[in-house]
């Protein structure tokens, strides 16, 4: 369930499990999301762990980000614990509609086998087209009734008016889609409005 963390000056809401240590967290970003999940996860319990992380492989920069993170993170939590895994970015920018079909289709290939050995919890992204692959292998896991994951997804802060192509599609299978703008809570109803929370 959703809580507001009373702690915080900020209206963030977390996702919340009072009786046991999830066994396994995947946080799914890459680029310029990257910035975004990490403050999101700074409100997070060490409940969540451990934290695995999942980006792009033409990523350059987000190991760093994370490392620096984790890094930071161990200082007030001494057993604090991460993995990291890169798949094939499913959708490059500007890159057209058919052949990121076959990308995608692609990154789902390392997807697939990466997600069923964490077995997640859950899923938290923001957007880049790496959450989509990801969060399809975990709905296949659930419907073979492997292991469910619960999915959360947060549209990005840029995103004012329309959703991004990936918040498009996992609108219809998150099980909570967050929106940081009113007008996305109007014109998509599911969603849930908490403000801005990055």
Same mark, same amino acid.
């Given at each position: 369930?959703?809580?507001q963390?009373?702690?915080?000056?900020?209206?963030?809401?977390?996702?919340?499990?009072?009786s046991?240590?999830?066994?396994?967290?995947?946080?799914?970003?890459?680029?310029?999301?990257?910035?975004?999940?990490?403050?999101?996860?700074?409100?997070?319990?060490?409940?969540?762990?451990?934290?695995?992380?999942?980006?792009?492989?033409?990523?350059?920069?987000?190991?760093?980000?994370?490392?620096s993170?984790?890094?930071?993170?161990?200082e007030?939590?001494?057993? &604090?614990?991460?993995?990291?895994?890169?798949?094939?970015? &499913?959708?490059?920018?500007?890159?057209?509609?058919?052949?990121?079909?076959?990308?995608?289709?692609?990154?789902?290939?390392? &997807?697939?086998?990466?997600?069923?050995?964490?077995?997640?919890?859950?899923?938290?992204?923001?957007?880049?087209?790496?959450?989509?692959?990801?969060?399809?292998?975990?709905?296949?896991?659930?419907?073979?009734?492997?292991?469910?994951?619960?999915?959360?997804?947060?549209?990005?802060?840029?995103?004012v008016?329309?959703?991004?192509l990936?918040?498009?599609?996992?609108?219809?299978? &998150?099980?909570?889609?967050?929106?940081?703008?009113?007008?996305?809570?109007?014109?998509?109803?599911?969603?849930?409005?908490?403000?801005?929370?990055?």
């Open positions: 369930m959703f809580l963390d009373s702690t915080l000056n900020t209206n963030v809401i977390l996702l919340y499990n009072t046991h240590t999830l066994t396994a967290v995947y946080f799914v970003f890459t680029g310029g999301h990257t910035t975004e999940i990490l403050r999101l996860l700074s409100c997070l319990s060490e409940s969540y762990s451990p934290r695995h992380y999942v980006f792009a492989d033409s990523d350059t920069m987000s190991e760093a980000k994370i490392r993170f984790e890094q930071k993170r161990a007030t939590f001494s057993t &604090s614990q991460f993995t990291l895994d890169r798949i094939p970015r &499913s959708r490059e920018v500007r890159q057209s509609w058919t052949s990121s079909v076959v990308t995608t289709l692609y990154s789902m290939l390392y &997807s697939l086998p990466l997600t069923y050995r964490r077995k997640p919890d859950l899923i938290l992204c923001n957007g880049p087209g790496t959450c989509v692959p990801v969060c399809i292998s975990a709905l296949l896991l659930g419907l073979l009734g492997i292991k469910r994951a619960i999915i959360v997804y947060v549209e990005s802060i840029c995103r008016e329309t959703l991004s990936s918040g498009k599609i996992l609108y219809y299978f &998150s099980d909570y889609f967050i929106v940081q703008w009113p007008d996305l809570k109007e014109k998509y109803p599911k969603s849930i409005y908490l403000g801005r929370i990055v």
